[in-house]
């Protein structure tokens, strides 16, 4: 049974930063595409970054050079970097894994979510 536990949210000013870390238990990590993705209130969740098992990674275009995602397979987890945070992140932050990015976000497992604001 694959367990995600994600960490690390909060509140931040805007410009500020935050790393978000998830933390994975119960798969073969270091094969599978681990994502982050958000949900704003009133929105839909939507992909933030995801980083495939031989680290290749993707950005939604409203985070490129201010967000960056990396894994640890030594650890079995996938961290978020987010920097130059705006108010237009605020929502809450889910890790997602499943065994291949071909597959839907949806056919794989969820994290329970952590809540980013940013607010001055």
């Known amino acids: 049974q694959v367990q995600l536990v994600e960490s690390g949210g909060g509140l931040v000013q805007p410009g500020g930063s935050l790393r978000l870390t998830c933390a994975a238990s119960?798969?073969?990590?270091?094969?599978?595409?681990m994502g982050w993705y958000r949900q704003a209130p009133g929105k839909q969740r939507e992909l933030v970054a995801r980083?495939?098992?031989?680290?290749?990674?993707n950005y939604a275009d409203s985070v490129k050079g201010r967000f960056t995602v990396a894994r640890d397979n030594a650890k079995n987890t996938v961290y978020l970097q987010m920097n130059n945070l705006k108010p237009e992140d605020t929502a809450i932050y889910y890790c997602?894994?499943?065994?291949?990015?071909?597959?839907?976000?949806?056919?794989?497992?969820w994290g329970q979510g952590t809540q980013v604001t940013v607010s001055s």
């Open positions: 997602n894994a499943r065994p291949s990015p071909f597959v839907p976000a949806d056919s794989g497992s």
């Open positions: 980083i495939i098992s031989g680290g290749i990674t």
């Open positions: 119960g798969l073969v990590f270091s094969s599978y595409t």
